[in-house]
């Protein structure tokens, strides 16, 4: 079974940039599409981003993009969401997640999720 670590996040003002990382142990993470969600304090967790298993494909919410790119490098297990242009609207806490169903933005359609990174953007 494949296992997830997010990590990356941290305090950035608006603005800024970050770069989270989602690494897999127990499993080869070119298997699998492997989406981001995120969740802020009192909502629901909401689609981010998704790169299937080639890196070819990738599909965001309206809300990132042309902000946010998500990438793979399969050779290290790890996928990548790299965040510019940050809001503080953004401010979340960031899940990874593999993909196995039918649907790109529904959180029922991943598994595996790490355990979350905090991203804070201050206004």
């Known amino acids: 079974q494949v296992q997830l670590v997010e990590s990356g996040g941290g305090l950035v003002q608006a603005g800024g940039s970050l770069r989270l990382s989602c690494v897999a142990s127990?499993?080869?993470?070119?298997?699998?599409?492997v989406g981001w969600f995120r969740q802020a304090p009192g909502k629901e967790r909401e689609f981010v981003a998704l790169i299937l298993w080639s890196g070819v494909s990738t599909d965001y919410a309206g809300s990132v993009k042309g902000r946010f790119a998500i990438s793979r490098d399969n050779a290290k297990n790890t996928v990548f969401l790299q965040m510019n242009s940050l809001k503080p609207e953004d401010t979340a806490v960031y899940y990874c997640?593999?993909?196995?169903?039918?649907?790109?933005?529904?959180?029922?359609?991943?598994?595996?999720w790490g355990q979350g990174t905090q991203v804070t953007v201050s206004s």
């Open positions: 127990g499993g080869i993470l070119s298997n699998y599409g």
């Open positions: 997640g593999t993909h196995g169903g039918a649907l790109r933005d529904r959180e029922g359609s991943y598994n595996n």
